[in-house]
């Protein structure tokens, strides 16, 4: 019999952490799962149902932030009101999950901010409970509410899930910890290493160098420094191409958005690209090529991808890259060596710095050779780590492992 598991997930916008949620629903051994997601409103919910995976959406999923980038300070305390206003929501989520799908076996929490349904979903559902942490979070004992998060993991959480070693450092090693990574899966279709691409001297006076940054076009994501870098190559006269793949989030209007600006919490960042692209004329050297429901063929036409993010992190979209040799940059400190390794795999530089983006592109322009070594030991990390189908039957232990706990206790 197939264990049949409720996803929860909070990203109503299809991005990294939908993306590897699909994938690793996909990949589980036939007749292995029988999937339901619960989700924010968006789009994602669409692409699970294309997939045949029956959902429910609703306005707002309650989360309590304490990442390492994104916990509450200053003005930012305010948003502690909208997740008090998603509460509701988020209860009524699960009881009409619980009324549609009677049969669930396991509960999988797809990121440790959704405090509410893990504390909510073990109680509704009284099922065996496992908790993804997707993002790299503060030591918990140094405010309320990160003892407040560890208590709810020790006292509900059944597994944890871990990203990667970075993220799992942040853990404390007294909880049920498993390191999984993200499963990538490219289509066999495309050629992850195009003949056009194979460093030569000079290459990049006969075609500009293409960077790409893949991902929800947000500042915390590293776009504005991304823009600048551009500028900053031009005005060194280097022939390079930036690639901005992805959504720019939908504005705020009316009220909301003045009290939001107000606040100094809402920007149109939309506005603010182009006409920094404007301004300084780049609209030759910088593209903005949207949402891509599949972008194997932007990896397979970039020569660099960029992750300048504010979340010292190692996005979905460096490994992406890695599967088609493709080095990275990221802004991260003291990275594990299962996600990137410096001057190896990609080259690791500050955040909110766009001088150390251009001069790590300018790395690269200068030596295409590099591109082709760190490409290549990029591609051997991603597959000894980022297997997808590896990974999903990782998991899939998880969820066998909670049951079997489950039974020996009743």
Known sequence: MPVSVLYIHPCGIFGGASRSLLELVKAMPADSVN?????????????????????????????LDNTQYGHYRGARW?????????????????????????????????????????????LIFKKPLVVHVRSVQRVFAESRRGRFVLWALERFADAVIAIDQTVASRIPSFLPVHIVHNGLNIPSNYDQRPLEKVAEVGMFEKRPMRVALVGNLLRLKGVVEFVQAAKICADKGMN???????????????????ALKRLGLYEDLGEYLNEYVRKNALEQRVRFLGFMKDVGQVYADTD?????????????????????????????????????VHGETGLCIDEKSPTALADAIEYFYRKPDEIERMGERAHRLAEKFFDIERNAQNVLDIYLACLQRKAMET
């Open 240 to 258: 390079v191409e930036f690639m901005l793949v992805g959504d720019i989030p939908r504005r705020s209007r009316g009220l909301a958005r003045y």
């Open 35 to 63: 999937p339901r997601l619960l989700t924010q409103a968006g789009n994602t919910a669409g692409f699970f149902g294309e997939r045949g995976i029956p959902f429910i959406e609703v306005k707002g999923l309650s989360q």
């Open 304 to 340: 660099v991808l960029c992750f300048p993010s504010h979340l010292n992190a190692v996005g979905r979209p460096t490994i992406e890259a890695a599967l088609f040799r493709v080095p990275s940059i990221v802004a991260v400190r003291d990275p594990e060596d299962d996600t990137i």
């Open 78 to 122: 305010l948003i502690v009101l909208r997740e008090l206003y998603y509460l509701p929501f988020t209860l009524y989520g699960l009881f009409k999950a619980r009324r549609a799908w009677p049969d669930i076996d396991i509960v999988h929490v797809n990121e440790v901010t959704l405090i509410a349904a893990i504390l909510s979903a073990k």
